[in-house]
């Protein structure tokens, strides 16, 4: 498991979203929106408060961002929970369940429930074959077909 360090971090709350926009070291920029991580995370609830949130802060050289209210996440699990967040906004933003998305990634559904729940890196390879998938009208055709 690679680890990350976050060089720049940024909170902002608009309306109903809590968003950290995060620059790792290796120049890759990801944002999360709290707001989804927190449902399925109560523990987690006390930096939804807009206050709290806004003051996040870069610990430890960059290897975790802390909140007032005590809580801490590490880098890497920021990392994954990023990715994980993007690649269900993919799913979802070209219609598939996570079963069809699995096939026209050569993945099994496993392994998409993996990634959307932060269990399991995305590897590089598959963030590729998304953006192959987005640039081949072809591909996206193919799934269309067999939904």
């Known amino acids: ?7 720049d971090a940024r909170f902002r709350t608009e309306g ?4 950290a926009e995060l620059t790792f070291l290796t120049g890759e920029k990801l944002e999360i ?4 991580r927190v449902r399925n995370r ?3 609830k006390p930096i939804l408060d807009p206050e709290i949130f806004e003051a996040g802060r870069i610990v430890d050289g960059g290897i975790a961002v802390a909140w007032p209210c005590g809580i801490e996440i590490d880098a890497t699990s920021l990392h994954r929970t990023a990715l ?4 269900r906004a993919w799913r979802k933003g070209h219609g598939m369940s996570q079963t069809i998305a699995a096939s ?4 099994t559904s496993r392994t998409v429930q993996n990634y959307e729940a932060g269990e399991q890196d995305i590897p590089r390879t598959v963030m590729l074959a998304m953006r192959g998938f987005d640039a081949s009208p ?8 067999s939904t």
């Open 84 to 87: 994980a967040m993007r690649f």
């Open 42 to 44: 109560p523990k987690l």
């Open 104 to 107: 026209a990634l050569g993945l």
């Open 138 to 145: 072809d591909l996206r055709d193919d799934v269309a077909m």
């Open 1 to 7: 498991m690679e680890l990350f360090r976050i060089q």
């Open 16 to 19: 109903r979203s809590a968003v």
């Open 33 to 36: 929106d709290f707001v989804e």
